[in-house]
């Protein structure tokens, strides 16, 4: 005899698969929306299903856009300068390093990094895509903003390797301690990329 209907078990199951959400919470979230006398149920099925169905990916760049267009609109904006290119491993990087303000290049989202332990091998990736876009020439500069990781180094050590005999810049984001931190808080290889990194004032 089953205790939970089956369309409640596979939301569950559904929520469970999403990143951060154990089975408890997923639970939650699914009695939630069982029990909720409001619209949020319906909601989140039409937010879900415009999801795939209103967005893509920029052919250029792919970052996500809506769909039906040709670009995205950083791809397509004439304010941009084209003589940079930032490589990241996910749309969510391109929107924090937007909101910062202090960008004003073109992007590259390579939808993950490099990870032979968990099979992401390069052609798993837009690298290839990468190589074309900057062999075309143009770019005068690359930022390998891909995560301080493992799996981010090994991603930036196989680009500039790849790339090394253009004449381009390569550069990394700096790594060091955040602001309003404390040294006595930070662990030991902050430390020491703070240090290493050190600038003169």
Do not use: W
């Not at 951060?20 to 937010?47: H, M, Q, V, W, Y």
């Not at 209103?54 to 304010?79: L, Q, V, W, Y």
């Amino acid at each position: 005899m089953a205790l939970i209907p089956e369309s409640v078990q596979a939301l569950i199951d559904a929520f469970s698969r999403l990143p951060g959400i154990g089975p408890r919470t997923a639970s939650r979230l699914t009695f939630f929306l069982l029990k909720n006398e409001s619209d949020a149920g319906e909601a989140l099925a039409e937010a879900l299903t415009k999801l795939k169905s209103e967005t893509a990916f920029c052919p250029e760049c792919f970052n996500i856009m809506s769909a039906g267009k040709e670009r995205c609109d950083i791809c397509d904006s004439n304010g941009r300068d084209n003589d940079v290119i930032c490589v990241v491993e996910s749309p969510m990087d391109v929107i924090v390093l937007e909101q910062s303000g202090g960008y004003f290049g073109k992007y590259h989202v390579l939808h993950g990094a490099l990870s032979p332990i968990e099979g992401i091998n390069p052609e798993d990736l837009r690298m290839k895509e990468l190589f074309e876009r900057v062999e075309k020439g143009g770019f005068t500069e690359i930022i390998v903003a891909t995560n301080p990781s493992m799996e981010g180094d090994a991603t930036a050590l196989y680009i500039r390797r790849k790339l090394d005999r253009l004449p381009i810049q390569f550069s990394r984001l700096a790594r060091g301690l955040p602001v309003g931190g404390e040294l006595e808080y930070a662990d030991p290889n902050t430390l020491l990329r703070a240090l290493s990194g050190r600038q003169k004032f």
